[in-house]
């Protein structure tokens, strides 16, 4: 299993994304859609004399949502992603991880950012969070 779909995997299993489309690298025009996407980043964070290291996977979750004047609109959107940060920090504390391919070892997965939009049109806004998966790889 791939890290990407490892993490997908780990996301399914998050109540806020229960029955929603959990997209890889794809998000449609079209509000309340979802995509994991890969941040490019330097992946090796030490290397032992053994051969193995602790390395790290960057990765934002967005979405599509409805965006406008309206605050309570943009507030719930907000809300999702500080529930979905702090849904992602209490499965890390609680050692629940995603399942990593034979020689991977899931350390924590932390979020780098608060939610935000990104970008918007005149009804709906690109919305994410950036996070990362912490693991160890053996030779």
Same mark, same amino acid.
């Given at each position: 299993?791939?890290?990407?779909?490892?993490?997908?995997?780990?996301?399914?299993?998050?109540?806020?994304?229960?029955?929603?489309?959990?997209?890889?690298?794809?998000?449609?025009?079209?509000?309340?859609?979802?995509?994991?996407?890969?941040?490019?980043?330097?992946?090796?964070?030490?290397?032992?004399?053994?051969?193995?290291?602790?390395?790290?996977?960057?990765?934002?979750?967005?979405?599509?949502?409805?965006?406008?004047?309206?605050?309570?609109?943009?507030?719930?959107?907000?809300?999702?992603?500080?529930?979905?940060?702090?849904?992602?920090?209490?499965?890390?504390?609680?050692?629940? /991880?995603?399942?990593? *391919?034979?020689?991977? $070892?899931?350390?924590?997965?932390?979020? =780098?950012?608060? @939610?935000? !939009? /990104?970008?918007?049109? *005149?009804?709906?806004? $690109?919305?994410?969070?950036?996070?990362? =998966?912490?693991? @160890?790889? !053996?030779?």
């Amino acid at each position: 299993m791939s890290i990407i779909e490892a993490v997908r995997s780990f996301l399914r299993t998050c109540p806020l994304l229960a029955g929603e489309r959990l997209n890889v690298d794809f998000l449609p025009e079209e509000a309340k859609t979802y995509s994991i996407d890969v941040v490019p980043c330097r992946a090796i964070l030490e290397e032992y004399i053994d051969g193995s290291s602790l390395r790290q996977f960057l990765f934002v979750i967005s979405s599509r949502e409805f965006h406008g004047q309206e605050l309570k609109t943009n507030v719930g959107n907000l809300a999702f992603y500080e529930q979905l940060g702090d849904w992602m920090e209490a499965q890390s504390r609680a050692m629940v /991880l995603p399942a990593m *391919a034979f020689g991977k $070892r899931a350390d924590k997965i932390e979020v =780098l950012t608060s @939610g935000y !939009a /990104l970008s918007s049109d *005149a009804k709906t806004a $690109r919305y994410q969070i950036q996070c990362r =998966l912490v693991y @160890g790889q !053996a030779e």
